[in-house]
T-cell receptor, first 111, second 115 residues
Framework: SQQGEEDPQALSIQEGENATMNCSYK?????LQWYRQNSGRGLVHLIL?????REKHSGRLRVTLDTSKKSSSLLITASRAADTASYFC???????????FGKGNQVVVIP | GAGVSQSPSNKVTEKGKDVELRCDPI?????LYWYRQSLGQGLEFLIY????????KSGLPSDRFSAERTGGSVSTLTIQRTQQEDSAVYLC?????????????FGPGTRLTVT
């Protein structure tokens, strides 16, 4: 099975609200990363959290990692219309050199 | 250049033809990855290069797919005898880490349409 599986949801929120999306995975990991994709093209790296970290912040982003539950969440605070995109989590398992991506969460921020 | 570049940005080809997709990674990045994204799907790993060698080719879907990298820089993904199911966006990424995949920097992708 594919690692890095987001909750299969499309999220529609008002500008200024917070957006939360979740990701689960199946095997041990070295780190977990979140990427954003606009208009089905190139991905932009947002944040990386290592397996020995539980929470990480970057600007308006907050990522948590629970290795006992094999899950992660991404919170975008004070959302903006420009945050409209698909968000993917990706896991890097020990000994692998490739990322396993989930299917993504579509987030629409309404101005 | 500042980022990963890919060419062409779009490619339409007839079933049965061969295509070549090119990736120019960020200068100095030793690791290079190819992924494929079908409509509405997540990314599927194809192949990984460390320098010019490919220690992990396990994601290539069939022997019609091959890739090479020369000079530790440019990579070419070749699909022979294309099929309609090969239609997808092909994404290339590079990373400055070799043994472990840290942040990967993605190119804009090549949208391949097989008619």
């Amino acid at each position: 099975s594919q690692q890095g599986e987001e909750d299969p949801q499309a999220l529609s929120i008002q500008e200024g609200e917070n957006a939360t999306m979740n990701c689960s995975y199946k095997t041990s990991i070295n780190n977990l990363q979140w990427y954003r994709q606009n208009s089905g093209r190139g991905l932009v790296h947002l944040i990386l959290i290592r397996s020995n970290e539980r929470e990480k912040h970057s600007g308006r982003l907050r990522v948590t990692l629970d290795t006992s539950k094999k899950s992660s969440s991404l919170l975008i605070t004070a959302s903006r219309a420009a945050d409209t995109a698909s968000y993917f989590c990706a896991t890097d398992a020990y000994g692998n050199n490739r990322l396993a991506f989930g299917k993504g969460n579509q987030v629409v921020v309404i101005p | 250049g500042a980022g990963v570049s890919q060419s062409p940005s779009n490619k339409v080809t007839e079933k049965g033809k061969d295509v070549e997709l090119r990736c120019d990674p960020i200068s100095g990045h030793t690791a290079l990855y190819w992924y494929r994204q079908s409509l509405g799907q997540g990314l599927e790993f194809l192949i990984y290069f460390q320098g010019n060698s490919a220690p992990d080719k396990s994601g290539l879907p069939s022997d019609r797919f091959s890739a090479e990298r020369t000079g530790g820089s440019v990579s070419t993904l070749t699909i022979q005898r294309t099929q309609q199911e090969d239609s997808a966006v092909y994404l290339c990424a590079s990373s400055s880490r070799g043994r472990q995949a840290y942040e990967q920097y993605f190119g804009p992708g090549t949208r391949l349409t097989v008619t």
